[in-house]
């Protein structure tokens, strides 16, 4: 196959020029990588599952009017995507303690919220994507009033759909992050949902054992990436049991 122009390389996935003017291709590595990329390692199969849970999240997120960058699937790992402006700003949206909250405010992890809270991390690995405040993003011209109001309006219509999707397999979404990215149609600029949506981005727990689903089965070492994320993927009817390790050939006796 004729390799396309690499636009961009990221920790988890490389972006190609897609097929026609303002879209890209998404490509889905098998790299895992957590606390700045001090950890790393390849995860066999992660990146197929993720290329199809982030499918299956935006699909559904555009099913309720929630724009995202999603256009459709390709193969196995790559995704045709709107080409966008990203935000230099994570945006996470927490329903339960956990993770960098529950260290910085004292709070067990685990702890219920007493509502959604939205935060903001500023994108730059150099500083480690520090939490910044409403101020910050405002002053330093990262986006406008109005952008915030969208962002958290965003960020909560995302928490109400992945919760409800979740719950309804019995896992607990304790919480995500999402990127937002601009895109103008002539000169009407609106922001979208980009980049992705998968268990590298969120904290999903399983409601019954409270085995956890997601990057940070990763993260502490509690056991196989692939097998929390296919079992996501399994719940969620997503794909066939068996997918997650799609590259290895099986011996059929
Ligand atoms: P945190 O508790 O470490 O701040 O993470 C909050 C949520 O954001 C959690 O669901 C994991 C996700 N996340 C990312 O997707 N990328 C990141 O780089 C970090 C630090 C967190």
């Not at 879209?23 to 957590?34: E, P």
Request: hydrophobic share 40%; with cysteine.
């Amino acid at each position: 196959m004729a390799r396309r122009k690499k636009v961009y390389e990221g920790k988890a996935k490389i972006l190609y020029e897609g097929p026609e003017p303002g879209t890209l291709v998404q490509y889905f590595k098998d790299d895992a990588t957590a606390f700045n990329a001090e950890k790393r390692d390849v995860i066999e199969g992660k990146g197929v599952l993720n290329n199809r849970l982030s499918e299956f999240f935006m699909a559904g997120l555009g099913g309720i009017g929630v724009p995202t960058h999603f256009i459709r699937r390709i193969n196995m790992r790559e995704q045709l995507i709107r080409a966008v402006e990203i935000i230099p700003l994570e945006v996470v949206v927490r329903n339960v303690a956990a993770g960098s909250l529950s260290k910085r405010l004292g709070l067990e992890e685990g702890t219920s919220l007493p509502r959604p809270i939205v935060e903001f991390y500023f994108k730059d690995d150099a500083l480690g994507d520090p939490l910044v405040t409403e101020e910050h993003i405002i002053a330093f011209g990262w986006a406008g009033q109005q952008d915030l109001d969208d962002m958290v309006a965003l960020g909560l219509r995302v928490n109400d759909f992945m919760s409800g999707l979740m719950l309804g397999v019995g896992i607990k979404l304790v919480d995500f992050k999402i990127e937002i990215g601009r895109i103008w149609d002539g000169d009407y600029m609106r922001l979208i949902v980009a980049d992705e949506i998968s268990p590298d981005s969120c904290r999903l727990w399983d409601i019954e054992s409270g085995r956890k689903l997601d990057k940070d089965v990763f993260r502490r070492d509690l056991g196989d990436l692939a097998d929390a994320y296919t079992e996501v993927a399994r719940r969620l009817g997503v794909m066939p049991s068996n997918v997650g390790h799609v590259t290895k050939p099986t011996l059929i006796n």
